[in-house]
């Protein structure tokens, strides 16, 4: 009997449970495993509270869309009903926007990605450094108390 992985089986069983609702049998028939499979993971997910059931990215996206056009009572009526958080939402809405921002926007030129690489790098070695300093620093402190130790107890005798 093959075994599935609890990420596996929540993104799998996300596809199946609304806003996506896909097909059981085409979901079967696409990954490989039974109708039947499908149905029983289905229904242990839906036996759990909604919060912790997986959205699929293009169920976050058709949440935010359908959410973007109820007024603040409908949205809060709409959550309840797929058991989701207003705050969860406004996320997913900031993810969408900002993967959909302009290259320039989003992300940063190759040359400032050289030279924060570069600058991570010296900071990590100068880091290493006064760890190393550190260590050797505690080392000598140590020992030095027990040099101390030692000669009060010869001088005490």
Sequence with gaps: MAR?????????VARLLPPESA???V?????GVSVQTLERWREQVQSRPGRERAWTAGGRLEAVIAAAALDEAGKSVWCREHGVYPADLDKWRLSA????????????SPQATRQD???IKE??????RK???LAETAALLVLSKKVAAIFDKAEAE
Excluded at 97 to 108: F, Q, V
């Design 23 to 25: 097909n059981i049998g």
């Design 97 to 108: 926007t900002t993967a959909l921002a302009e290259p320039g926007e989003a992300r940063a």
């Design 131 to 133: 760890d190393r300093a």
């Design 117 to 119: 690489k570069k600058r």
């Design 4 to 12: 599935y992985g609890e990420a596996f089986r929540n993104g799998v």
């Design 27 to 31: 979901v079967a028939k696409e990954i």
């Design 123 to 128: 900071l990590e070695r100068e880091l290493l």
